[in-house]
């Protein structure tokens, strides 16, 4: 057990020495470090909770997809059937079905035939699944669409997808370093956004759907028979943003939407002074734009927003050059934040906050320090001990675990792993535990003295012993750290990380540094007694 | 020098003779602990509970906790609790999980920023919602049963089975007590103390592992020693190692309960009271006297009553 062959003991040392220097990054100012090539500039990255930081899960609303998935297949039946001329009434959306009534039995079949069409297999070409995006069945004239569950999945899937681009564009606007936006499992969102003072606005940008549609007032109806409960049906019932919430009576047909807005930007207004956001429409959306204006001079229309208006000017003359703005009580930031919004895109459905974690600043810096303070006075705490109670041996002890704590940041570094103050707890516990595997060792060899064994057959026979043991006991941690590392998030699982990555380094610095270090001293003293 | 013996050598306790008191005590530690459990019950954070924790400083100066429980009081947020929380600046805000969905937990937050004024520093704010807290309980819950299997099976397939059932029983017996005492100091139960009953799991079996290690080596060499004195030879054999692994890793719980912070002191609390206090005694009193009862060695025990 403790002779090494040239070779072997230098790979040894070479392995350690290799890992350790991974660690190197981390304790040099980033500019140092910036000209190194790629591959030597990995380095440990700050947990939230000691950078500071959101960390934000958002859902999108299945609700919101459903309801919208079920109305455009009702459209889609209206449509289908109207180009028929198919008479029908009833045309309802029941539960997760679209119902329909066809007037004429004679005709029920050839509706039949024509709706059937709207069933498509799902995932395009390529989509082998064999699911189809609709069932139909049929009641006599009675026909029922049910939208199925994988096809309300797919669309499920399809709003994250572009919700997380559309949140990329917005996160981004905000300036900030390296953020994380990654989808969890199938309908949600995480957002991880390192170092902002304050979150308030990064969920300001993230909760608002920022659906923009520019629609016509309604002015041959009252509004105030509206709000007593009688809503024209192509009309609905809004309130403008600002306070106090005036009523507006909006015509539900959509003039030009947010899709047709190529750029938006904050300003001020040259008359007035006041925020502003103008905006440019693309060729068709200024087509569109231009031509309703022109229809319309003298009317109202109202800039609706996530089903608020913002404003409800008086087309005072046609608008052809397809750009214009809106004013509506903004402050600068709001101004620029609508903006932000609207050159980002709208979400294709309500995306909903439902965990966050907020570190500030301060007690990250704080944190970062209690994490150094407790790690140095732990460290020092069992250095001293294992000095006091091993003597030379102690020594060894503690050179080997100061291997394995460098050795650690090595990896950690190596993985681009995130360090948390638990993963902090994690290593100083590793410190605690990796001096186990020299305890279990120099016991044994005290033991093997005791029985009588010359030093170096004790030194081989503890060390041969005690590995098997180190072994053993080190697994059954390393299971439980590997169970942690996955059910665990954010702070746990940086515990579960360092952990882990301890007890590996701690197996392998027993099974070859400690011993290279013992090996080395015994050949060296050639000792005639233990001195431990 | 002269080096610390904190074990003499050879030590000659009896450790099996107390399992008629050790495996009563823990009996009745452990019914006492599943009492606390289900009749003064789990201090469940906010990870399991949903809600809202909001770490606040006052950048005035020491924080008025009474004029702030007045303040958020009128909220109308249901049960809000406040703390102070290491400084005098600082207080802990604790509300409860806002009926109405997830959305009705962000309007709480904001209700509370605007009502406490902009004299605030906002360390840290966590909200989890009525769905995610289901969903982390459940997660804990199934990791802590996976890892008890996982380590199962791993003993089972490097021991006997009764090694494995032993130590599985020592060690249940050790979380049943850390859940018992986190009842009673009604230390928040959150994402941090599932970590930190895994990692208790994980020591102890680590400690009862070294032990149970000697006894198989034990069992391999002395064909003919009563069980008895077999296990008694084992543990003390072991006991310097046991003692002085207890002391580094006590040294660097310390540390952390004193400099680590409030952040983590409800973690190293549980993990000192765990692994320092329960771990160690159940390692010698508990998970190697039961292997006489799991029948370890039967065909000795004649051999003892023919001696005598």
Partial sequence: MLYFTRWKAAAIVLTALIVCLFAVPNFLPSQTVDSWPKWAQRHLVLGLDLQGGSHILLEVDANAVRKEKLETTRDDVRRVLRDGRIGYTGLAIRGNSVEVRIREEASAAQALTKLRELSVPLGGLLGGSGQRNLDISSDGTLIRLTVTDAAMLERIRQSVDQSMQIIERRVNELGTVEPLIQRQGNDRILVQVPGLQDPSRLKELLGKTAKLDFRMVDVTNQVEQAVQGRVPSEDDLL????????????????????????????????????????????????????????????????????????????????????????????????????????RAGALPAPLTIIEERTVGPGLGADSIAKGKMSAYVGAALVVIFMLVTYGLFGLFANIAVAVNVAMIFGVLSLLNATLTLPGIAGIVLTVGIAVDSNVLIYERIREEVRAGRSPINALDAGFSRALATILDSNITTFIAAAVLFYIGTGPVRGFAVTLGIGILTTVFTAFTVTRLIVATWVRWRRPQRVPI | MRLLRIVPDDTKFDFMRFRRISFPLSALLSIAAIMLYFFHGLNFGIDFRGGTLMEVRETAGPADLAKMRATLGGLNLGEVQLQQFGGPSEVLIRIAEQPGGDAAQQQAVQKVRAALGDKIEYRRVEVVGPRVSGELLSYGVIGLGLAIIGILIYLWFRFEWQFALGAMIANVHDLVLTIGFMSMAQIDFDLTSIAALLTIL??????????????????????????????????NQTLSRSVITHVTVTLALLALLLFGGQAIHSFTATMMFGVVLVGTYTSIFIAAPILIYLGVGTGRDSLTSDKS
Wanted: charged share 20%; aromatic share 8%.
């Fill in chain 2, 202 to 235: 994980g020591y102890s079996l680590n400690d009862t592992v070294v032990i149970y290690d000697r006894i198989r080596e034990m069992l391999r060499r002395y064909k003919k020693m009563p069980m008895a004195d077999l296990l008694n030879a084992s543990v």
């Fill in chain 1, 239 to 342: 309130y403008s943003a600002s306070q106090p919430k005036t009523p507006y009576l909006v015509e539900k047909r959509v003039l030009v939407s947010g899709g047709d807005l190529t750029d938006a930007q904050p300003g001020f207004d040259q008359r007035t002074n006041e925020p502003i956001v103008s905006f440019r429409f693309n060729t068709s959306g200024a087509r569109k734009f231009a031509q309703v204006t022109q229809e319309n001079v003298g009317k109202p229309f109202a800039i609706v927003l996530d089903n608020e208006v913002i404003s409800a000017p008086v087309i005072r003359e046609p608008i052809i050059g397809g750009s214009g703005q809106i004013s509506g009580s903004f402050t600068p930031q709001s101004a620029n934040d609508l903006a932000i919004l609207l």
